[in-house]
C-alpha cells in the first residue's frame, strides 16, 4: 500500500521527467542548431504550459465541486428539516394548513465535475431522489388546494364532511412523503460523509481515477463509520438550534397577541 503511495505521487514522477528532459537535450538536441534549440525549447514551454495549466484546471474544478457539494448536502438536510416541520404542524392541525415548501436542490453540474466515480454513482440516486420529493411535495399541495378551492365553490349542504375527506387524504400523502423525506436525509448524510472524506483525501493536480491519490480502503470504512457520528450530531444540534429560534419567536408573538 505504502508503494502504491509512492508510485501514486507526483513527486516521483516530476524529477524523472526532469531528468530525461535533460538527457534527451544533452544527448540529442544539443547537438542541433541553436535555431531549432531555440524552436523546440519554445515547442516545450508552450506544451507544458498547456498541460499544467489543465491540469490545475480539472483539479481546481473538482476541488471545488467537493466543495460546493458540502454546502449543498448540508443546505438539503436543513432544508428537509424545515420541511419536516411544516408537514409535522399540518398533520397536528384538523384545519385547513398553510404549508410553504422550501426546494431543496443539488446543482447536477457539481456532480458532473468529481473525479471519483464511485462519489458520483453516491449522489446522483440522490439527486434523483430530491427531485422527487420536491415534485410529490408540490403536487400534493397543488392537488389539495385546488379540490379544496373547487369544493368551496359549490353549493352543498356535505361541504364541510368533503373538506375533512381531503385533509384525511392530504394528510396521508404528507406522511407518506415525510417518510422519503427521511430516507433522503440518511442517504445526504451517508453523501456528505464520503465527500467530507475526499475534501479531505484529495490533494492532487490530477483528475483521473487512477492518477488519483491512493487512500486506504479500511481507513475510509473507519472514516465513514466515525465521522457520519459527528454529522448526525452537528446536524442535531442545528435541528435544536433552530427549534429555539422558533419557540422564541413564538413566545414573542404571545406576548404582543395574548390570548383573551
Not at 448524510?189 to 475534501?199: D, N, P, Q, T
Request: glycine residues 4%; proline residues 2%; hydrophobic residues 40%.
Amino acid at each position: 500500500m505504502k508503494l502504491r503511495k509512492i508510485l501514486n505521487s507526483r513527486f516521483l514522477y516530476l524529477p524523472l521527467l526532469l531528468l530525461s528532459l535533460v538527457w534527451g537535450y544533452s544527448h540529442y538536441i544539443n547537438k542541433a542548431s541553436d535555431t531549432f534549440k531555440g524552436a523546440f525549447l519554445g515547442f516545450l514551454v508552450g506544451l507544458f504550459t498547456f498541460i499544467f495549466s489543465k491540469y490545475f484546471e480539472a483539479q481546481a474544478r473538482r476541488y471545488t465541486s467537493l466543495v460546493y457539494l458540502e454546502h449543498e448536502l448540508n443546505a438539503c438536510s436543513n432544508d428537509l428539516g424545515d420541511n419536516a416541520y411544516q408537514i409535522d404542524l399540518a398533520l397536528k392541525a384538523d384545519a385547513l394548513t398553510l404549508i410553504r415548501p422550501i426546494e431543496i436542490k443539488i446543482t447536477e453540474e457539481y456532480i458532473k465535475d468529481l473525479g471519483r466515480i464511485e462519489l458520483k454513482n453516491a449522489i446522483f440516486p440522490l439527486f434523483i431522489d430530491i427531485r422527487k420529493f420536491n415534485s410529490s411535495l408540490k403536487h400534493a399541495i397543488d392537488v389539495f388546494d385546488r379540490n379544496v378551492l373547487t369544493v368551496k365553490q359549490l353549493e352543498s349542504v356535505k361541504q364541510e364532511e368533503i373538506v375533512k375527506a381531503l385533509i384525511t387524504q392530504f394528510h396521508q400523502d404528507l406522511r407518506g412523503i415525510t417518510e422519503f423525506g427521511q430516507k433522503i436525509n440518511e442517504d445526504i448524510i451517508g453523501c456528505l460523509v464520503k465527500v467530507r472524506f475526499f475534501l479531505r483525501n484529495d490533494q492532487t493536480l490530477l483528475s483521473k481515477d487512477w492518477l488519483l491519490p491512493y487512500y486506504d480502503k479500511k481507513e475510509f470504512q473507519k472514516w465513514l463509520i466515525d465521522d457520519r457520528k459527528k454529522v448526525e450530531a452537528e446536524m442535531a444540534n442545528s435541528t435544536k438550534q433552530d427549534e429555539e429560534k422558533r419557540m422564541r419567536v413564538k413566545e414573542k408573538l404571545n406576548l404582543k397577541h395574548p390570548t383573551q
